[in-house]
T-cell receptor, first 116, second 114 residues
């Protein structure tokens, strides 16, 4: 079965500093990978996704992520964070079984705190 | 225009009651999902429906019964509510379950069982 690990439960970053959130996945075939962001009291918004092709994907709000098959990783990066980036970030993997796409398997999330 | 909407946003009820959460998507998608987010913010798939047919049922107690009257709606009915059912429930939709696509999430329904 597929799984997603986000090793950092909390990360604190100063405003204007760079950010990297880690994500490792376990899945036997080519994964479909996603990063979602959840602001307090809100639903989930897709930041970016990787299906195939270029392993560096660009997303919304200045985020990017790099797929590294050899490391089973899909880390999220942003060169300069803003206070509004404070939120919960979820990495997810999509899989196939029974001829169709399954629901997403999520990591446990990383809570991002921005220091002024 | 809201793509995926859920009602109600908040639901507070007593143990043993029966309650429903409604979900509607106006994206023309074929597939809809219910996820549960627990108090530690862990998200887990519960059900998925494709064109009104159940596709995924992830070992959820049979007190939970999803119903899809048409492909734009997926409602979640919960019988005999228990304290452990307290969570945020998210509805989501995607274009089709036959190929992988982005899932669009609703704003969530926070259920509190007293």
């Amino acid at each position: 079965a597929q799984s997603v690990t986000q090793p950092d439960i909390h990360i604190t970053v100063s405003e204007g500093a760079s950010l990297e959130l880690r994500c490792n996945y376990s899945y036997g075939a080519t994964p479909y990978l996603f990063w979602y962001v959840q602001s307090p009291g809100q639903g989930l918004q897709l930041l970016l996704k990787y299906f195939s092709g270029d392993t560096l994907v660009q997303g919304i709000k200045g985020f990017e992520a790099e797929f590294k098959r050899s490391q089973s990783s899909f880390n999220l990066r942003k060169p300069s964070v803003h206070w509004s980036d404070a939120a919960e970030y979820f990495c997810a993997v999509g899989s196939y079984s029974g001829g169709g796409a399954d629901g997403l398997t999520f990591g446990k999330g990383t809570h991002l705190i921005i220091q002024p | 225009d809201t793509a995926v909407s859920q009602t109600p946003k908040y639901l507070v009820t007593q143990m043993g009651n029966d309650k429903s959460i409604k979900c509607e998507q106006n994206l023309g998608h074929d597939t809809m999902y219910w996820y549960k987010q627990d108090s530690k913010k862990f998200l887990k798939i519960m059900f998925s429906y494709n064109n009104k047919e159940l596709i995924i049922n992830e070992t959820v107690p049979n007190r939970f019964s999803p119903k899809s009257p048409d492909k734009a709606h997926l409602n979640l009915h919960i019988n005999s509510l228990e304290l452990g059912d307290s969570a945020v429930y998210f509805c989501a939709s995607s274009q089709s379950f036959l190929s992988y696509n982005e899932q669009f999430f609703g704003p969530g329904t926070r259920l509190t069982v007293l």
